[in-house]
C-alpha cells in the first residue's frame, strides 16, 4: 500500500504518524504565562538534537478543535522558558489529566495533584514527582502552518540537569529505576523497561 499525505485529511496523516514513529518519548511540559500562572502538558513529538550545545526538541501541534496555539507555545514566546519533566510510570495516570485541553490561566498542576518546586535556572515551577528535569531556555523556535493539521518545532537549550540521587550511577541514569513509559499509538502506552535486550555495537575503523 502507497499513501500519499496530500491525499488524505490531516487526521488521518496523524494517525500515520503515531502509527509508525513509535515509541514515542512523553516531554512533560511546565511554563508559566505572563502572568506567572502555571501550566503543565504533555507532548509526545520529543527527542533530543545533541550533547555540545545541549539541546533537545519537542513539536506542540496547532489545536484540531479551534486552530490555535497551545498554552505551552504561547507562553514559551513570552517567557522563553521552560521545563522538561520526564515522565515515569507512576504519574502517568495524571500525566495524561494534564492533557486535556483547559482555559488558559488553569494550573494543571493543581488539577493533577501534583506537587511543585522551583527551579534553580528557570523561573518555573518544576513536577515534584518527576526524577529528572531538564530546564531549558528557548534556543529557535520554528513554525510550520498554522491550521489544524500543522504545528511548530521548539528547541531548547539545557542550562540544568535535575537528577534524583538513587537514579545517577556512575555518570548514568539507572533506567530501571526511573521506569519510564512512552506513546504508542491512539490511547496505548509502553512500559520502556519491560522487554529489554542488548546489543554492543562493533566498533572497528576500517582503514583505508
Request: with cysteine.
Amino acid at each position: 500500500m502507497q499513501i500519499e499525505p496530500s491525499d488524505i485529511s490531516w487526521q488521518d496523516a496523524y494517525k500515520l504518524l503515531v502509527g509508525s514513529v513509535l515509541p514515542r518519548p512523553i516531554a512533560f511540559v511546565s511554563t508559566v504565562d505572563e502572568e506567572g500562572r502555571a501550566n503543565l502538558a504533555p507532548f509526545s513529538f520529543f527527542t533530543c538534537i545533541s550533547a555540545n550545545p545541549m539541546l533537545i526538541c519537542f513539536a506542540p501541534m496547532v489545536r484540531g478543535s479551534d486552530g490555535g496555539k497551545k498554552d505551552t507555545l504561547r507562553n514559551i514566546e513570552k517567557t522563553k522558558e521552560f521545563i522538561i519533566n520526564i515522565v515515569s510510570e507512576d504519574i502517568i495516570s495524571q500525566v495524561n489529566e494534564c492533557a486535556t485541553e483547559y482555559s488558559p490561566g488553569v494550573d494543571e498542576f493543581t488539577i493533577a495533584g501534583l506537587g511543585k518546586e522551583a527551579g534553580q535556572k528557570i523561573q518555573i515551577p518544576r513536577v515534584q514527582e518527576c526524577k529528572i528535569h531538564l530546564e531549558c531556555k528557548l534556543h529557535e523556535l520554528h513554525h510550520y502552518g498554522s491550521h489544524p493539521g500543522s504545528g511548530s518545532l521548539v528547541v531548547g537549550k539545557v542550562v540544568l540537569v535535575s537528577v534524583a540521587d538513587n537514579l545517577y550511577e556512575d555518570g548514568k541514569i539507572n533506567t530501571s529505576k526511573l521506569n519510564p513509559v512512552g506513546r504508542l499509538a491512539g490511547h496505548a502506552y509502553t512500559r520502556a523497561n519491560s522487554d529489554t535486550f542488548i546489543l554492543t555495537r562493533n566498533n572497528i575503523s576500517k582503514e583505508k
